[in-house]
C-alpha cells in the first residue's frame, strides 16, 4: 500500500472521468484543454478539487506551449 495518497474524492474523479488529463499533442487538444479550464474558472466558487484538477491541466498546457513556441 502507498502512503501518504488520499484517496480522490467522487467529485474529483468526476472531474478526470469527464475529462482526463493527457499530455497534449496537437492545437484542438489545446483548445479543448483551455475550454475545460475556462469551464471551471466560470464557476463561482472553487473548492480544493476543482484547484488541483486545474493545476494538473496548467501543467498540461503549459508542457505544450514550451514544446511548440519558437524562439
Do not use: C
Request: aromatic fraction near 12%; charged fraction near 25%.
Amino acid at each position: 500500500m502507498t502512503s501518504g495518497l488520499k484517496t480522490p474524492s467522487p467529485y474529483y474523479l468526476e472531474l478526470i472521468t469527464a475529462f482526463p488529463p493527457r499530455p497534449i499533442t496537437n492545437e484542438l487538444e489545446y483548445q479543448a484543454t483551455q475550454a475545460q479550464i475556462n469551464k471551471i474558472l466560470d464557476k463561482p466558487q472553487l473548492n480544493s478539487d476543482d484547484r488541483a484538477y486545474l493545476k494538473i491541466l496548467g501543467l498540461t498546457i503549459y508542457d505544450y506551449e514550451e514544446q511548440t513556441e519558437s524562439f
